[in-house]
Nanobody
């Protein structure tokens, strides 16, 4: 069974940095769409960044040039490096994945909904 476990959250002051990790296991498929999402109190969950099995990355405009998504295949771990953090980045951060036959299915409107989720890790940024 696919399992995702996030870690690395915490409390930082504005301008600080955190690196989130997502250890994944339970699948051998080579095609997947993977991403980081967040949910702030009283707000809907939003996609933050994605990294698909062909290496394609995408970011929501609000975090572009501040966040970097990466992967260590040897450790089966997805990362989210977050720099220049702002109070509005405060949220619970989740990693998620959906397995697909090929990364081309991750493109645009074809991108399927994530169906495996971690439990989330809290990030709090104070001003």
């Amino acid at each position: 069974e696919v399992q995702l476990v996030e870690s690395g959250g915490g409390s930082v002051q504005a301008g600080g940095s955190l690196r989130l990790s997502c250890a994944y296991s339970g699948f051998t498929a080579t095609g997947y769409c993977m991403g980081w999402l967040r949910q702030a109190p009283g707000k809907e969950r939003e996609a933050v960044a994605s990294l698909d099995s062909d290496g394609t990355t995408n970011y929501v405009y609000a975090v572009k040039d501040r966040f970097t998504v990466s992967q260590d295949n040897a450790k089966n771990t997805l990362y989210l490096q977050m720099n220049s953090l702002k109070p509005e980045d405060t949220a619970v951060y989740y990693c998620a994945i959906v397995l697909v036959p090929d990364a081309k299915y991750c493109r645009g409107s074809r991108r399927p909904d994530y169906n495996y989720w971690g439990h989330g890790t809290q990030v709090t940024v104070s001003s």
